[in-house]
Each structure stands twice: as C-alpha cells, then as structure tokens.
C-alpha cells in the first residue's frame, strides 16, 4: 500500500519527444537514481493540474507529483509491501 | 446512420477491453506486484472486492466478492485501494491513442472501446493485424504489462461478446462461420446488459446461452419478458445489436447526474447525515453547472443494513442549479419528512430530467439571481483552486478528510463531463 510523505524534492530529468522522464532526485540530502519509469498519472483539481510520475528506485516505487502552476515537486508517496 | 449502411457493406467494429483494469494498472505501477493475485478495493478498510487481478480471478475470485471470502479462496491475495485518479487518466490517455489511430471512436467504459474499422479498410485491409497494432500501441502508452482483448465483429454485441469470451490478451474475429457457435456457447453472464435477473429468468424458461432463444416463438418471449425486453433478447438471440449497444454517446447532453456513497459504518448522527447530503448535493450540482445544465426532478435514496432501503423523489415545475436549491429539497423536504428507522450505510441523490441552462425559462426572483450571483462566484474560486474550496459551513470543525471527493466508476456513466475539454 502506499504511504504519503508530502515532501519537496528536487528533480533531474531528460526530454524525450518532448516528454520528461526523471532521472534522479534529491530527498533529505540523498541522491535516488530511477530506475524505471511505470506509470504516469494526470490530476486536475480545478486550474490545479498535477503529473504524477510513478518511479522505481533502488527497488522501491515512488510517486513524484509534479504541480504544473508551481513548478514544485513533491515525493508524494512511497509503495510498502 | 452511415455505420449501419457500411456495416450491411461488410463493416467491422473492434472492441477494445484492458484485462483486469484497476489490478493491471496497479501491477504496471508496481513491478513487484506483478504476477500476485490482487484484490482492489475501494479504499482501505473496505470489504467490497471491486476488481481482481488475472491471477486472483483463477482462484476464483470476482467482482463483487466479499474480502473474506476472497482470501478462503486465495489466502496469499493482497488487498489495495484503488487509484480513481489514475485510471481517468489512463483512459484519457486511452482515449487520445485510439483517436490517434481512427477517426470513430466510442468510448464505452473506463477500460472498454469501440472502434470502427470501415474507413481504415485501405489503411489496415486485415482488421486481425489492426487489433494487434492496437495492442502494441496500448503497452507503449500505458506499459509493457498492460494487455488488452481485441473482438471483431460485424457489429458492437459480437465484437463485445468476441473479446469478453476470449483468452487473455488475444485477437479474435466473429463471422458467419463461428457466429452461432459463439452465441451458442458464451453464457448470459457474459453478455452486455444481461444482469443477474435477467440471467435467472431465461434460466427458469431453460435458457442459459442466447443461441437457445432462437428456439422460443416471439409470444413466449414477450409473455415472459415483456414488449421490449423480448426484442433485445431475440436481437441477442441472432447475432444483432440490441439499443443498449447504440451510439450512447451520441446524447447531446447528460440527462441525470447522481452520486452515491458507501460509509465504513451504520450512520445514526444527524449531523454526519446532514453533511454527507450536503457533500453530495455539492457534487451533483458542480458537474450539471460545469456541463451549464440545469434539472428539475430530485431524487434521494438511503440504505441501512440487511436491504433495509427508503427513496423518495420530487418533480419540480422550475429548473433548478444551485446547491443550496437542491440540498433544501433533498434534505429539507424529502429525508426530513420522512421518520428514519433505520441507521444508514449507503446515501444517494440525483438531478435528473436535465436540459441547456440557456433552454430553461429564466427565473424571475431576484433572490434566485442572488444565490445565481454567488454560484458564478464560486464557480470561478473552484474553477482556479478546486472542488470544495469554498464551500458551506456544514464541514465546519472537520478535517479535510471529512470530504467525500468526486471519483469515476467502471461504467463511466459521467462520460460527458469526464471529457469535457
């Protein structure tokens, strides 16, 4: 099940065909490489549109929301078996 | 129109279903998950199993099975709310693909399409090596563990009936050859619009596959079913479509919007009641003024435990689209006249005989205009930050848990406002 963390994060990615793909981010002062990239949702909550990219690092899989206003990620939540 | 000319002209319709939609798109998300048998509920603590992985569904496991009864069955099968954000999106995404690759599109479900394979008859002369393309775009767009069936047929009902009794993953074709062996072998449970109901009566009368109504004189049929389920059925019996299948998304608009919710537990706090109606009501009206449609009957349904169920319902004279109109009716006038015996589990409303605000006679209050002004305020402040940021003081002194968010069902019965631009 997923457990929320809400957290800023930094983010570093490459375009692909004008799609990004995350590469890395920084969390409390540790480097995640990503591994894969599974699945990407789009949320929108009036003018608020979120992307949230679904990652696998060092074996475990993260949500990194993305706020398309702010320009802000947040590592949102993290899969617990 | 011009479908059903081209269909008699050898037209094919393919119908596009991603197995185990919910399961499938958690277990792309979640590599590790991949291959176990999952049950997807609807939220944490909730018993009701609303969708099996494949691996779960060999255990016997359904739709609509109890959590404990699905763990009889399969004790190792994990349990995991669903992710309604995500599959809207999916879909959305399923959407732009298979509008990428033909020019008539239905969307059917969140996980089911309709595609019309006439005007690429040039383009893709074989409708077999169209549906495995469809396959292969669906796993670039959606992941590598996303499978889907793909059913051809001359018409929706056999293309349905095709990929819905196929293996997983797989391409199939209904024609004059296999027709009748495939309405002779699938069963009612898999057949679009027959419910449980239905099932049981045809099995009463001897029937259990639609190829055996074939066999029953057209007076039998309406004697036991009625004028127009007796039509539909004999459309089914022959291999034609039956109305349910047609064109549902050619409605100009939507004719009624509900929202429903199920509680943890039985609710006997007044004050909770109140606040869920209100949540509800909340809603209903912020999707009819989305779709700038107003409605004018107002229904209501509560359920508690072991069946125990009370509606009412109210046809109005003026149109309304306000919240507070609406909550006043369902909460004021209908649930307060009525003496509840009973705690509930399940609450209900719903806006119906809907129609274009701008085809409604105007309202000549100017208090209405008041309340109009206010709603058009509040539109923009959702519009820019979101559902239920302004909203009544019923949430007071509660989290924002308290909320009942909006969330899609598998029938994707709100299609129209789901893909509004």
Redesign the interface.
Known sequence: MFTKINEKIAVVGTYNDSTFIPKKFLWRDRILKVDELTFVTDTQDGGIKNRIYSVVSAGNVYRLLFNRETEEWLIAEVFCD | MTNQVSASAGGLWLHVDINSYFAT?LQ?????LRGKPIAVVKD?GRTCVIAASKEAKLYGVRTGSRLHEARQRCPEILA??A?F??YL??T?QLKTLFESLAPDVEIFSLDEAFIWHYPLRRLYPDPLVFGTIIQNRIRQV??SWVSANVGIGPNRFLAKVSSETSPKGSVSLVNEDNRDALLASVSFADVCGIGPRLERRLRRIGVTVPYQLNFIEDVVLERFFGPYWSKQLRKMGQGEEPDLLQRIDALEHMKSVGRSITGYHLCDDEAIIRRVFYNLVAEVIYKVRKMNLAGRLVSVALMGHSGLYWSDHVTLKRYIRHTSEMFDIVYRQLYRSWERDFPIIKFMVRLSLLKPWDETPKEWFPDWWQQEKIAVAIDK???????F?VTSGVFAGTGKEAIIRPEVTGFLGDKNFQFME
Not at chain 2, 381 to 387: Q, S, V
Request: charged fraction near 10%.
């Open positions: 798109l792309q998300e979640v590599p590790s944490a995991l709310p992710n954000s995500q999106s999916a959305k959606l992941g402040l959702t519009t820019k930050y979101g559902l940021t």
